[in-house]
């Protein structure tokens, strides 16, 4: 199975944790960037080093958490080559793949419950991009970002 990279900031924690179990149950290697506790932390330092690992293919996805997904999101999203989605629900996790292509998987543990936490991560993981006519819009953005 393929090797999944996660990380989160202080208010992001609990929510890793669950989801690293289950991802260990899925059987699939993870790459834990921490924190390991909730001592305040900069959601910035833990997007990078997961961004990283995902661009490096040391991990074939990213999951990143804090406390809306929001920050982990927006910053994920500045790293080039990186499709961040912020989901809430099972279909965007699945259209965030199938037609975006999105490589990095950002929840908020202060807005989405474990349980669907756990449901939101597995329709990530199990959808796959469909390319055709997609592609051509993920190209589109790739060009947008190479513009920067």
Not at 79 to 106: K, P, Q, W, Y
Not at 111 to 129: D, M, P, R, S, Y
């Given at each position: 199975?393929?090797?999944?990279?996660?990380?989160?900031?202080?208010?992001?924690?609990?929510?890793?944790?669950?989801?690293?179990?289950?991802?260990?149950?899925?059987?699939?290697?993870?790459?834990?960037?921490?924190?390991?506790?909730?001592?305040?932390?900069?959601?910035?330092?833990?997007?990078?080093?997961?961004?990283?690992?995902?661009?490096?293919?040391?991990?074939?996805?990213?999951?990143?958490?804090?406390?809306?997904?929001?920050?982990?999101?927006?910053?994920?999203?500045?790293?080039?080559?990186?499709?961040?989605?912020?989901?809430?629900?099972?279909?965007?996790?699945?259209?965030?793949?199938?037609?975006?292509?999105?490589?990095?998987?950002?929840?908020?543990q202060r807005v989405t419950g474990g349980g669907l936490a756990i449901e939101i991560l597995k329709a990530f993981l199990a959808?796959?991009?469909?390319?055709?006519?997609?592609?051509?819009?993920?190209?589109?953005?790739?060009?947008?970002?190479?513009?920067?």
């Amino acid at each position: 199975m393929a090797t999944i990279a996660i990380a989160a900031d202080h208010a992001g924690v609990q929510l890793k944790a669950e989801l690293v179990g289950e991802l260990g149950r899925l059987g699939y290697a993870v790459t834990d960037f921490g924190p390991a506790d909730t001592t305040s932390v900069d959601y910035p330092d833990f997007a990078t080093k997961v961004t990283t690992a995902v661009n490096a293919q040391q991990a074939e996805l990213g999951v990143l958490i804090c406390g809306t997904g929001m920050g982990m999101a927006i910053t994920a999203n500045k790293v080039h080559g990186i499709r961040a989605a912020l989901c809430r629900t099972e279909f965007e996790a699945r259209m965030s793949r199938m037609h975006n292509d999105a490589n990095v998987l950002c929840l908020g543990q202060r807005v989405t419950g474990g349980g669907l936490a756990i449901e939101i991560l597995k329709a990530f993981l199990a959808a796959k991009f469909e390319g055709g006519r997609h592609a051509a819009r993920v190209e589109k953005i790739r060009r947008v970002e190479a513009q920067r």
